[in-house]
């Protein structure tokens, strides 16, 4: 193991830690669950289920990443999520083609990035605030749509996207891992990915530099549409149909946990895809094990809620503060006896 190889290991430890200790937990109360079994040319089992369930959240947290790291952050991915599937399911339900609804579910998805963009970049709104707008009027928008019914759809072309697979993997993992690869390449390899830390850093500094930090900042929202509306075929397509009331409902906050649990800042200014997608695994794993327990869905609710609060404490300035008083008498005293003869 190279250098470079062992400092990734050792900066995502944590995350690979967490992951790790829950699917023990998981295995140790189903024996079964890292059984993996082939059927129809498919994978199936514990671990590929929670690949698969965990594509919305996954996709959702690759667009989250990147609006985090620059000081902002997206609360309308969800609802973006029902107004594409219900694009896509209508599209189909009146006799388009496949490609004409996938294509008009990702050109609405991007849309409603760029409105989210142009109010924070151009006017200046507070990203909280502006992408509030969406998250409030989107199922609205979704029902109407839908005209606020189930819109259900047989369509074989567009299942395909949700209960497909290629080479034995089910689509919706090849999609978020292929959506990851890309943006992480585009992000890593040009400088693109520096000057979306320069902006979470200081806005300011980094347009006086000569960043054009509003069509960046557009641009970063927009691909946070994709990724919400690709999410959302997927979960249009693994129902057959439009959910307007409960596609991606809550998924947002899901997103923002994984970011967060991946370690990216949510001050800006740092980010990391790989950690995000590792813990939206997190989240489907605990997921996973608490359905399969046989626990009600509320305490699902109730654990995501006590992970995000351990977190916030950890990262909080006062926490932080604390510790650098508690560690500082220590490193006084190792100072005072390596210096003494």
Known sequence: MNAETFGSVRRFLPQIVALVAILAINTAMFPGFLDITVQNDRLYGSLIDILNRGAPVALLAIGMTLVIATKGIDLSVGA?????GAVAASEVASGGSVAAAVSAALVVGVACGAWNGMLVAVLGIQPIVATLILMVAGRGIAQLITEGVILTFNNEGLAFFGSGSIFALPVPVLLWIGMGLLVAFVVRRTALGLLIEAIGVNRR????????????????????????????IIAAADIRGADANNAGLWLELDAIL????????????????????????????????????????????????????????????????????????????????????
């Open 80 to 84: 973006v999520m029902a107004i594409c």
């Open 205 to 232: 500094a980094a347009t006086l530099s000569g960043v054009n930090s509003r069509v960046l900042l557009i641009t970063v929202y927009m691909v946070s549409g994709l990724c919400a509306a690709i999410a959302g």
């Open 258 to 341: 994984a970011v967060v649990l991946g370690g990216t800042s949510l001050l800006g200014g740092r980010f990391t895809l790989l950690g995000s997608l590792i813990g939206a695994m997190i989240i489907q794993s605990i997921n996973t094990g608490i359905l399969s327990s046989g626990f009600p869905p509320e305490f699902n609710l109730i654990i995501k809620a006590v992970i995000i609060l351990l977190i916030l404490v950890i990262q909080s300035p006062a926490l932080r503060t604390f510790l650098v008083f508690w560690r500082a008498p220590k490193e006084e005293v190792f100072d005072k006896e390596q210096s003494a003869p």
